[in-house]
């Protein structure tokens, strides 16, 4: 299985706050990133957070880092129908200059 | 500026056969990924090149996958021969040398019958 995990499946309504959580495994990561993708496309960056950092702001985006539980989320506020996509948790591996873990993924679906 | 550019979108191939993937990342990205993704999951690193050189392939399959940057810009990924675990989605990505934010490319679809 995935060492980065978040849930599956995320269900909001168009104007509503979206909270999507990811767990991960590497607690010397230095960096943690949020992508989007949507149906047909490469990944998105969206967002990214130091480890240093307990929490950044870029527009509707706000990203949350617990790093003592290793939990990383993801909140968009007023979710729109274009936010519908998957988004991905990935972790910097400190082995490994430059690679990044994976989640699963998170489906949203935002309805009218 | 121009985007991560990848070719084919779509491959359909009957396994054992062979199959070639091409990427031309962004310009002056001195690093370049090569990454798979199975359907349902995220993306798992195959190859990262820094310039020309391998910096990781570590998750290579390399009795049958092969990948090359021989002038250190564009990049060709192989797979002969093809099994039918091999069908997912081929994405390229490609980073500035100032830091490790990963742009993608719209990815290479195959589908192994």
């Known amino acids: 299985g995935e060492d980065v995990e978040q849930s599956l499946f995320l269900s909001v309504r168009e104007g509503d706050s979206s909270v999507i959580n990811c767990t991960y495994t590497?607690?010397?990561?230095?960096?943690l990133y949020w992508y989007k993708q949507e149906p047909g496309a490469g990944l998105q960056l969206l967002t990214y957070?130091?480890?240093?950092?307990d929490m950044k702001q870029d527009q509707r985006l706000t990203v949350l880092l617990n790093k003592k539980d290793k939990h990383l989320s993801l909140r968009i506020a007023d979710t729109q129908t274009g936010d519908s996509a998957i988004y991905f948790c990935?972790?910097?591996?400190?082995?490994?200059?430059?690679?990044?873990?994976f989640g699963a993924g998170t489906q949203v679906v935002v309805t009218p | 500026e121009a985007g991560v550019a990848q070719s084919p979108r779509y491959k359909i191939i009957e396994k054992r056969q062979s199959v070639a993937f091409w990427c031309n990342p962004i310009?002056?990205?001195?690093?370049l990924y090569w990454y798979q993704q199975i359907l349902g999951q995220g993306p798992k690193l195959l190859i990262q090149?820094?310039?020309?050189?391998?910096?990781?392939d570590s998750q290579l399959p390399k009795d049958r996958f092969s990948a090359e940057r021989l002038k250190g810009v564009d990049s060709t990924l192989k797979i002969q021969p093809a099994k039918l675990e091999d069908s997912a989605v081929y994405l390229c990505?490609?980073?500035?040398?100032?830091?490790?934010?990963?742009?993608f490319g719209p990815g290479t679809r195959l589908t192994v019958t």
């Open positions: 990935a972790e910097s591996l400190t082995d490994s200059w430059g690679k990044l873990q």
């Open positions: 090149f820094q310039n020309n050189g391998v910096v990781d």
């Open positions: 310009s002056g990205h001195a690093t």
């Open positions: 990505a490609s980073s500035p040398p100032s830091n490790d934010e990963q742009y």
């Open positions: 957070i130091f480890s240093n950092m």
């Open positions: 590497d607690s010397s990561s230095t960096y």
